[in-house]
């Protein structure tokens, strides 16, 4: 008898060892090109800066992921590549030659341009994989523009999870009921005051809602507001996460009970 037992206690140390080995077996590799031009002590200068997480796995197909990914990044150029870096050689040589053609008519220009993308995974927590694509842009005027857009990926049935597919209309009335009150909290707002009074705004006669853009990450579900999304440009992106343990039972056993 006792035999048995350490053959067994074996074999479940082995798929214990196995399924460990399975979960960990995601890798990112880290790729980070720029590119500058001009004299930026003088003010006339441009620079371009991409930053790109790329996955490998023996045990999971996430080429997937990379291929989406690379369409994130800034490409108007009409013309194929093979990678990353061909890719950010080619949109930094257009870039800085509009740079260049844009002083050489004003002369007396030294306002310096900046153009940054980032790729980048946030965390894995199988089956799921969360990624945000941040651009950043300075060509002129007041400030720079900021977005932020977050993905979660299934890399066990190769998807992208979409917010209105994946959750029913209830659980979404759930999810704001919650976001709003973590969104009043946040910003000391009144439960008995009106969230445009507080400099909110969410379409005419709209109540809270929360947008599509989100992560699902270990501890819970993350949005972000991008800004003048819902809110003016000073008050920046917006955050609201959920805990998991607030989440409606229903989207915690979606996502949590796999």
Known sequence: MKKYLI????????????????????????????????NCD???????????????????????INNFSLT???????????????????VSQKFISEYRDFINDMPDYKVPWDYREKFEVIEINLPYVAAQFDFYSFTGGAHGNTTTNYYNFDVENQTIL????????????????????????????????KLTDAGFWFGKNKGFSLNGNFLILHDGLKFLFNQYEIAPYSMGQIEIFIPKEKLP?????????K
């Open 162 to 193: 979409e917010y209105d597919k994946l959750f029913t209309d209830q659980e979404k009335s759930a999810l704001d009921e919650i976001g709003e009150k973590i969104l009043r909290a946040k910003y000391k707002v009144k439960e008995n005051e």
């Open 7 to 38: 053959v067994f206690t074996a074999l479940l140390l082995l798929s214990a060892c196995s399924q460990s080995k399975k979960e960990n077996d995601i890798k990112v590799f880290t790729i980070e090109k720029k590119a500058e031009w001009g």
């Open 249 to 257: 039972e229903s989207v915690r056993e979606k996502l949590y009970a």
């Open 42 to 64: 003088e003010g006339a200068c441009v620079t371009i800066s991409f930053s790109y997480d790329s996955l490998a796995s023996q045990n999971y197909d996430v080429d997937f």
């Open 72 to 90: 994130l990044f800034k490409n108007d150029l009409k013309q194929k590549f093979s990678g990353f870096k061909e890719l950010f050689k080619k």
